[in-house]
């Protein structure tokens, strides 16, 4: 796999990988490193961080302490592409990952995978302090959110970013054909979100 890591894309890296040892065993080497940030498993890291990885991996000492979020965003990013049901507390456990990456990512997977477990902690991540992550939570919003995540569907409707809100917007009409209920009327938050934040 290591010669191919630079010629085909994350996902066909990964249904390569998934022919070779199986789906079960990919999705959970995926978790793993997802739960530990772990960089032991070098082969599986290279296949899911291509050309990247093998960067890391050529330092004396990879992921310096500044760069060690790229494992866990890699695992999480895997898991778009292979899933096991058994990697979602992980998934969500990523949500209050201390890395942006992370966080962004572990949303994406909850839309992806529809983690309705999920759902308390992506809303909280309506306060996010990066658009991007904020912008991730309201697709997973729009996929798994129930009544009682509206206030934080309107707050990204309402962001000061404007991808967020569009986002938001659409996290409300989803959110409202799910629930067979027009959330878009409800009480709308006093001010636009994100305005002072870095």
């Known amino acids: 796999m290591e010669a ?46 291509g050309r990247h990885a093998l960067g890391e991996y050529a330092r004396d000492e990879p992921a310096r302490s500044d ?3 790229w494992a866990p ?11 096991t ?12 990952h201390e890395a942006w990456r992370v966080r962004e990512m572990a ?24 658009p991007r992550v904020r912008a991730a939570a309201a697709r997973a919003l729009r996929v798994i ?17 404007v991808q967020v809100r569009v986002r938001g917007e659409q996290a409300l009409a989803g959110m409202s054909a799910r629930l067979d209920r027009d959330l878009q009327q409800l009480e709308q938050p006093s001010g636009p979100r994100g305005l002072a934040r870095p």
């Open 145 to 161: 959110g129930e009544a009682e995540h509206t206030s934080a569907a309107l707050a990204l409707a309402h962001d000061s970013d």
């Open 67 to 69: 760069q060690d979020y």
């Open 85 to 96: 049901d058994e990697a979602a507390p992980a998934v969500v456990a990523a949500l209050r």
């Open 107 to 130: 949303a994406k997977v909850v839309a992806t995978r529809e983690i309705g477990s999920a759902g308390d902690v992506v809303a909280a991540l309506a306060d996010d302090p990066v």
């Open 73 to 83: 965003t890699w695992a999480a990013r895997g898991l778009l592409y292979v899933w």
């Open 4 to 49: 191919n890591a630079d010629e085909a894309s994350p996902a066909e890296r990964v249904r390569a990988l998934c022919d070779r040892d199986g789906e079960a065993s990919v999705a959970a080497g995926c978790a793993e490193i997802l739960r530990s940030g772990s960089w032991a498993d070098r082969d599986l890291l290279i296949v899911l961080g």
